[in-house]
């Protein structure tokens, strides 16, 4: 929800570290890095290790962010690089809940995983196919789309982004005795985001045939 306003703020708090790593590290490198990071926070989880895991979870995070930063500052954007660092995000995404769930397999508990992990496919669904009819269409995902976007393909927003996924995850590592609960808002939430960018969808293109 806050995705886009949030990014440039980013790139600012990181400024230092992207001066410091400067052309010495390709992004595509960071990009792997931050999933091994958010690879290891899963591991942590399984073995019921949730502070370590939610230390991890921000590394990957503030290594995730810088990616794109660098490639910006030193001209190193690519379509690969975009692609690349979507694809690790779905892995680290869903290797989060699994790890949980491998360490907390009582059935609701794999029930609110399983309802999570299919309401984050639908999600991706959702917003996948419509930046591509806004690439396609060359229309902004927001009203301030014209200004300059800082991701490799237009993301239409919805209730439940990165920002607060980072959020939802964390709370799933520092408060594991309300992990049902949280799953199943989270879930909930991005069930409604989906349901959002249907019918945001529906009110731009549904008039242009199929």
């Given amino acids: 929800m806050f995705d886009h306003v949030l990014r440039r703020s980013k790139d600012q708090l990181l400024a230092p570290l992207v001066r410091a790593l400067g052309s010495r590290v390709h992004p595509n490198l960071i990009s792997t890095a931050a999933a091994a990071i958010g690879i290891a926070a899963a591991v942590a989880l399984a073995n019921g290790a949730y502070r370590p895991a939610a230390a991890l979870w921000v590394g990957n995070r503030i290594v995730d962010g810088l990616d794109g930063a660098v490639a910006r500052a030193t001209g190193r954007t690519s379509e690969f690089g975009g692609y690349l660092d979507l694809m690790l995000d779905v892995v680290v995404y869903s290797a989060i809940p699994i790890g949980f769930a491998l360490h907390r397999p009582e059935p609701v508990v794999l029930f609110a995983v399983i309802l999570l992990l299919s309401t984050c496919y639908l999600n991706i669904t959702s917003w996948l196919y419509l930046s591509v009819l806004l690439e396609r269409h060359r229309q902004p995902a927001v009203a301030d789309g014209a200004t300059g976007r800082l991701t490799s393909i237009e993301m239409p927003p ?36 989906a349901v959002q960018r249907v019918i945001w969808a529906v009110g731009r293109f549904s008039g242009e045939g199929p």
Avoid: D, R
């Fill in 158 to 193: 919805g209730l439940v982004e990165g920002a607060e996924t980072i959020v939802a995850y964390l709370l799933l590592m520092l408060l594991p005795h309300h992990a049902v609960a949280i799953l199943f808002v989270t879930a909930a939430l991005i069930l409604v985001g």
